[in-house]
């Protein structure tokens, strides 16, 4: 299983732009990288998935290196509303279910 | 949209009682999976099934067993609760190879208390 690490816990003020980068050293060929979003007293939710390059949706932006090595999730101008644990899982989605959660990352979002 | 309920938000139990939590999903999905969350260790796995009838240890199957009798339905199981099974139990599920995502659906939570 491909290990992710991801430091425990961000602060940023609103309107602000927010990078939290996940390393992971030993992705496999076939392994894809997700990210998760987790809100209080709720169960996580899928926000972005990638290989390589970049990916862009209407929540976030995920930027994965050539060597794939680690990526970083990129959210745009951040409101209180994100505030949220966000955990990264790299893994082979085809029905392995390799992928597993690992801590996350506690993202602060202050007025 | 998918949703997956879970059949109670908070539960009490003593040492000792068997637990049941069961799980429902309605997307006809094949992949079911039980997580609990613990402050600071983030989601653990602890059993998964591909389908019904079949089940897969997670990586922390000690003092649970789990059930798949319907493809919608999967139960976790504590045979004698103990206190350090009080914990936040997230049910999940997915539709393998679909596309790439294999994207999952979480339940609410289920946060247990064993007293």
């Known amino acids: 299983l491909a290990k992710t690490t991801q430091p425990i816990s961000m602060d940023s003020y609103e309107g602000q732009e927010v990078n939290i980068t996940c390393s992971h050293n030993?992705?496999?060929?076939?392994?894809?990288i997700t990210w998760y979003q987790q809100f209080p007293s709720q169960g996580p939710r899928f926000i972005i998935q990638?290989?390589?390059t970049k990916v862009t949706n209407e929540v976030a932006s995920l930027f994965i290196p050539a060597d794939r090595k680690s990526s970083t999730l990129s959210l745009p101008r951040v409101s209180l509303s994100d505030t949220a644990v966000y955990y990264c899982?790299?893994?082979?989605?085809?029905?392995?279910?390799?992928?597993?959660f690992g801590a996350g990352t506690r993202l602060t979002v202050k007025p | 949209d998918v949703k997956v309920t879970q059949s109670s938000r908070y539960l009490v139990k003593r040492t000792g009682e068997k637990v049941f939590l069961e799980c429902v999903q309605d997307?006809?999905?094949?992949?079911m999976f039980w997580y609990r969350q613990d402050p600071g260790l983030g989601l653990r796995l602890i059993y998964f099934?591909?389908?019904?009838?079949?089940?897969e240890k997670g990586d922390i199957p000690e003092g649970y067993s789990v059930s798949r009798e319907k493809k919608e339905r999967f139960s976790l199981i504590l045979e004698s609760a103990s206190t350090n099974q009080t914990s936040m139990y997230l049910c999940?599920?997915?539709?393998?190879?679909?596309?790439?995502?294999?994207?999952?659906?979480f339940g609410p939570g289920t946060r247990l208390t064993v007293l």
């Open positions: 999940a599920s997915s539709l393998p190879g679909s596309g790439h995502t294999d994207t999952q659906y």
């Open positions: 030993n992705i496999a060929t076939n392994d894809y």
């Open positions: 990638g290989y390589k």
């Open positions: 899982l790299v893994g082979d989605p085809s029905g392995n279910n390799d992928m597993r």
């Open positions: 997307m006809d999905h094949e992949n």
């Open positions: 099934s591909y389908d019904v009838k079949m089940k």
